[in-house]
């Protein structure tokens, strides 16, 4: 199947500096990628839908200026965290949905955690 | 808005016994209902879809039924092994996005 990748898998960071995590579609061409932010012992949380080419669109509640986010290209969408606070820490999960496949299956990163000291 | 809801509490199980695992929902009907895997600290990993006008769908020892009625979808590992202990999330599909439930945490013992 279709493969995902985020990097970096972990980061430990200071509170008050930004962070950037990378999301790619690696064999197929994603249009369409959506960034999660989940909590120990909770669902997955929609953020935001990022499309290529244009605004992302955020979920309400989330700050759309503390949560960047960036789809440059078909294979590439970045989430920077700015000014990251402790209770930002959580983990932050990607997918990106392959338009070839007819399920509108997402396939899903294998998740970035997120330490803010 | 859409409520997901599944067994909230662990689920014990011995080996080779069927595990069954339950999503519920509130409102509409989305137009097909997945089922996930997810490992500590890993990603998702998909594992079936189930469309509103299928009753029941399998693979390998997987098993999902979809009761639009009822708005419930069951989940079955039957012959259950000590490799399939992880934690199990329905998502529905709902305006484009995937809508999660906050997952039931299987352990088979051996």
């Known amino acids: 199947g279709a493969v995902v990748s985020q990097h970096p898998s972990w980061v430990i960071c200071k509170s008050g500096t930004s962070v950037k995590i990378e999301c790619r579609s690696l064999?197929?061409?994603?249009?369409?990628m959506f960034w999660y932010r989940q909590f120990p012992k909770q669902s997955l949380m929609l953020m935001a839908t990022?499309?290529?080419?244009?605004?992302?669109?955020?979920e309400q509640g989330v700050e759309k200026d503390k949560f960047l986010i960036n789809h440059a290209s078909l294979t590439l969408s970045t989430l920077t965290v700015t000014s990251a606070h402790p209770e930002d820490s959580s983990f932050y999960i990607c997918?990106?949905?392959?338009?070839?496949?007819?399920?509108?299956?997402?396939?899903f990163g294998p998740g970035t955690r997120l330490t803010v000291l | 808005s859409q409520k997901i809801e599944q067994n909230s509490e662990a689920l014990n199980i011995q080996e080779g016994k069927t595990a069954t695992l339950t999503c519920n929902y509130t409102?509409?009907?989305?137009?097909?209902l997945q089922w996930y895997r997810q490992d500590p600290g890993r990603g998702p990993v998909f594992l079936l879809l189930?469309?509103?006008?299928?009753k029941e769908k399998r693979k390998e020892r997987l098993k999902v039924t979809f009761d639009t009625t009822l708005k419930q979808s069951l989940f079955h590992i039957t012959a259950s092994q000590p490799a399939d202990s992880a934690t199990y999330l329905c998502?529905?599909?709902?305006?484009?996005?995937?809508?999660f439930g906050q997952g039931t945490e299987l352990s088979v013992k051996p």
């Open positions: 997918s990106a949905r392959d338009p070839t496949s007819g399920n509108n299956e997402q396939f």
């Open positions: 064999d197929f061409q994603a249009t369409t």
């Open positions: 189930i469309r509103e006008n299928e």
């Open positions: 990022s499309n290529e080419g244009s605004k992302a669109t955020y």
């Open positions: 998502a529905l599909h709902m305006g484009g996005k995937l809508i």
């Open positions: 409102n509409y009907s989305p137009a097909y």
